[in-house]
């Protein structure tokens, strides 16, 4: 269970009760006892978290203090598109990456021309990993 010290109104602290606060040893064995805790000033802390959708960004959250508890509920908005582009670069980016491994010396050498020992299929392979390559670096802006 996740608890919050409060002074003053303001939070202190959010987590799990430590082993010892100020001049107490053992807070954490005293769990559950929330009517103790409370005269300490600790109340339990509920997080509500928020589905994040394809094109939106986690956006802080809003914290209600109220003399029973702590609830923090994450905040979402929209991506900027700035944000969007970085995401899509990114993504290609190891696209491209995952490609370019995949480019053992083995294949390199089955790529080879015929006369250097190479295969068609190998060249086949390579020519269309790269063209794989070619798509994911058109989508970087």
């Known amino acids: 269970m996740l608890y919050a010290h409060v002074e003053k109104g303001s939070i202190t602290y959010r987590g799990t009760l430590p082993k010892t606060w100020r001049n107490t040893s053992g807070l954490n064995l005293s769990e559950g006892d929330d009517a103790y805790l409370k005269t300490l000033g600790w109340v339990p802390y509920v997080e509500v978290p928020v ?12 914290t209600v203090v109220t003399e ?7 905040k979402k908005r929209a991506m900027t598109a700035d944000e ?14 995952r490609l370019e491994i995949l480019q053992t010396p083995q294949r390199l050498a089955d790529a080879l021309p015929d006369d250097s020992g190479g295969t068609a299929d190998g060249r086949a392979w390579f020519k ?5 390559i070619a ?4 989508k970087l802006a």
């Open 51 to 62: 589905e994040i959708g394809v094109d939106e960004t986690p956006d802080g959250e809003d």
């Open 68 to 74: 029973t508890e702590v609830t923090s509920t994450a």
């Open 84 to 97: 969007k582009t970085a995401r899509d670069n990114n993504e290609a980016e190891n696209e491209i990456l």
């Open 128 to 132: 269309a990993n790269r063209e794989k």
């Open 135 to 138: 798509v994911e670096r058109a």
